[in-house]
T-cell receptor, first 110, second 111 residues
């Protein structure tokens, strides 16, 4: 079983709609979590950190549930430019290794 | 502020050859991590360097090696290249324990 698992999608989302997806993690040693965004043939870019108390950044909301070991990302009012692969990432307290999920592909269509 | 830069952007090698990939870390960052990303998969951790010392290693064979220089730039060396080494190689820099920021990557193709 992979340490971080994601539904690969694609999630086909009408422009302006809300989309939400989760990832699950199996290694409780991971202390910090992040969502990265990766466009086709580009490098991953940090989207936001994820906290148990929830984290909102504009149209994006991330949530961490340690009891159930899952992380969620919600995108409101989807834009065409939100089309990308979203990578769920865990980092251990030592901070020396990011563990990536396989990514969830989101396609926002007019 | 200068971001993470990697060179070369693309590289074609044949099986058995050796390759060196280079990374300049973002200004102020003392930690460099290397990842391998195969097509359709998430990046896989190769190793990390912190203040010129290896600080963690993923499940990669010894033919993957690296080093970090006093200016915190880094190299990834791969010996005896195999077809399965074809991938995007990503370098990320950070301050220790902080979120990592990635360079554009080097796309390596093995023929």
């Amino acid at each position: 079983r992979k340490e971080v698992e994601q539904d690969p999608g694609p999630f086909n989302v009408p422009e302006g709609a809300t989309v939400a997806f989760n990832c699950t993690y199996s290694n409780s040693a991971s202390q910090s979590f992040f969502w990265y965004r990766q466009d086709c043939r580009k490098e991953p870019k940090l989207l936001m950190s994820v906290y148990s108390s929830g984290n909102e950044d504009g149209r994006f909301t991330a949530q961490l549930n340690r009891a159930s070991q899952y992380i969620s990302l919600l995108i409101r009012d989807s834009k065409l430019s939100d089309s990308a692969t979203y990578l769920c990432v865990g980092m251990k307290a030592a901070g020396n290794k990011l563990t990536f999920g396989g990514g969830t592909r989101v396609l926002v269509k007019p | 502020e200068t971001g993470v830069t990697q060179s070369p952007t693309h590289l074609i090698k044949t099986r058995g050859q050796q390759v060196t990939l280079r990374c300049s870390s973002q200004s102020g960052h003392n930690t460099v991590s290397w990842y391998q990303q195969a097509l359709g998969q998430g990046p896989q951790f190769i190793f990390q360097y912190y203040r010129e010392e290896e600080n963690g290693r993923g499940n990669f064979p010894p033919r993957f090696s690296g080093l970090q220089f006093p200016n915190y730039s880094s190299e990834l060396n791969v010996n005896a290249l195999e077809l399965d080494d074809s991938a995007l190689y990503l370098c990320a820099s950070s301050e220790q324990g902080q979120p990592q920021h990635f360079g554009d990557g080097t796309r390596l193709s093995i023929l």
